[in-house]
């Protein structure tokens, strides 16, 4: 069964203070790995894609990377509007469906 | 454009009322989803359709009755629910379902009485 785990549950950052976070997967026959911002009460907006070992993309302060295994969304010099609750989401083998992770809770301090 | 609309914003209803739920997108996507979010959980898929055709249906009730109009329209019908029922209910577009990312709405807030 696939399965999408995130940690840390919740993070609380100063502004500044760079971290990363983390989203292990394990699925059989990855298609694509996707990250996501979602603002209380609002859709998940849509960051990255990552298909393939060893990708990485790039967004003003989000990088994100990809392992067989996991990939990170590392956050450089942090805002206050970075405070959002983050989603992974893996695509496997020929099924359309997205298998979600639990999501981490960003909290940036000013 | 990435746009994907919902209306209505906010819905209240009683367990007895009919209601629909709308999602529009005009990126030329050819897939379109019905995910359910309860608060602080991740979005749980409900129905998947490819090609204006129901694909995926996550053992979804009855009482959830999805539409696929045409390529740019989706539907979500809802009969006799319950109040556990209460969610955020998202609508989602992807240009195919083979490994693309899936672009949201903003989700219509659901509260069943």
């Known amino acids: 069964e696939d399965q999408v785990t995130q940690s840390p549950e919740a993070l609380r950052l100063q502004e500044g203070e760079s971290s990363s976070l983390n989203c292990s997967y394990t699925?059989?026959?990855?298609?694509?790995l996707f990250w996501y911002r979602q603002d209380p009460g609002k859709g998940p907006e849509f960051l990255f894609t990552?298909?393939?070992a060893g990708e990485e993309k790039e967004k003003e302060r989000l990088k994100a990377t990809l392992t067989k295994k996991e990939s990170f969304l590392h956050i450089t010099a942090p805002k206050p509007e970075d405070s959002a609750t983050y989603l992974c989401?893996?695509?496997?083998?020929?099924?359309?469906?997205?298998?979600f992770g639990p999501g981490t809770r960003l909290s940036v301090l000013p | 454009d990435t746009e994907v609309t919902q209306t209505p914003k906010h819905l209240v209803m009683g367990m007895t009322n009919k209601k629909s739920l709308k999602c529009e997108q005009h990126?030329?996507?050819?897939?379109m989803y019905w995910y359910k979010q309860k608060a602080k959980k991740p979005p749980e898929l409900m129905f998947v359709?490819?090609?204006?055709?129901?694909?995926i249906n996550e053992s979804v009730p009855s009482r959830f009755s999805p539409e696929c109009p045409n390529s740019s329209l989706l539907n979500l019908h809802l009969h006799a629910l319950q109040p556990e029922d209460s969610a955020l209910y998202l609508c989602?577009?992807?240009?195919?379902?083979?490994?693309?990312?899936?672009?949201f709405g903003p989700g219509t807030r659901l509260t069943v009485l």
């Open positions: 699925v059989s026959g990855l298609r694509g």
């Open positions: 990552l298909y393939s």
């Open positions: 990126m030329g996507h050819r897939a």
């Open positions: 989602a577009s992807s240009q195919d379902g083979g490994g693309r990312e899936q672009f």
């Open positions: 359709y490819s090609y204006e055709k129901l694909s």
């Open positions: 989401a893996v695509q496997a083998g020929y099924g359309q469906n997205f298998v």
